[in-house]
């Protein structure tokens, strides 16, 4: 099993709600990455996190909160986003050392409003 | 993270072969050259990677320059689900390398 899943598909936020967006794989993996992806243009790194703990945070806005709360679980929360944030966030995850590929989930389409 | 320069866009005909190309020219040393695609409303997809030698698997090749400045990602016969964005990507070997997506190539196939 090579997927990684990711929930919802799609939300619609406004900009005082506070909303969850989870991430799940089972293939073992410990390194498990957000992206942010606008329009027509290539995903972002926003977050790394290897053996649940966060070791790379590309400078991203505190309104963005990501947690691990276990090897196959990637969360990340939102709170008091701005319509600029409506993307595509897609979720990743990684195998032990050695092992290069990353495997990306389908993405939880984001619209603040 | 180094960077890579590839062409905006790039049109193939069904079942004929694609060649990619990819600057690097920048290439450390210790840079794998990996390859991913993004299909329409997917996330991105490996689709393969090396260091020095050419590199086949089942999806494609990898042709990279005895220079390393540049490597060129061959699908032998186009189809229609290959139409997507391909990303060329430098990661190094550290444990916090990261893969950094420059803008990719958009390959459309025509039928």
């Known amino acids: 099993d090579t997927e990684v899943t990711q929930t919802p598909k799609h939300l619609v936020m406004g900009m005082t709600n506070k909303k969850s967006l989870k991430c799940e794989q089972h293939?073992?993996?410990?390194?498990m990455y957000w992206y942010k992806q606008k329009a027509k243009k290539p995903p972002e790194l926003m977050f790394v996190?290897?053996?649940?703990?966060?070791?790379i945070n590309e400078s991203v806005p505190s309104r963005f909160s990501p947690e691990c709360p276990n090897s196959s679980l990637l969360n990340l929360h939102l709170h008091a986003l701005q319509p600029e944030d409506s993307a595509l966030y897609l979720c990743?995850?990684?195998?032990?050392?050695?092992?290069?590929?990353?495997?990306f989930g389908p993405g939880t389409r984001l619209t603040v409003l | 993270d180094a960077k890579t320069t590839q062409p905006n866009s790039m049109e193939s005909n069904e079942e004929e072969p694609v060649h990619l190309p990819c600057n690097h020219s920048?290439?450390?040393?210790?840079?794998?050259i990996h390859w991913y695609r993004q299909l329409p409303s997917q996330g991105p997809e490996y689709v393969i990677h090396?260091?020095?030698s050419n590199v086949n698997n089942r999806m494609a090749s990898l042709a990279i320059a005895e220079d390393r400045k540049s490597s060129t990602l061959i699908l032998h016969r186009a189809t229609l689900r290959d139409a997507a964005v391909y990303y060329c990507?430098?990661?190094?070997?550290?444990?916090?390398?990261?893969?950094?997506f420059g803008k990719g190539i958009t390959l459309s196939v025509r039928p």
């Open positions: 090396g260091l020095t």
């Open positions: 920048t290439i450390s040393g210790t840079d794998y």
């Open positions: 293939m073992g993996h410990r390194a």
């Open positions: 990507i430098l990661r190094g070997t550290g444990a916090n390398s990261k893969l950094t």
């Open positions: 996190y290897s053996y649940e703990k966060l070791s």
């Open positions: 990743a995850s990684r195998g032990g050392q050695g092992t290069d590929t990353q495997y």
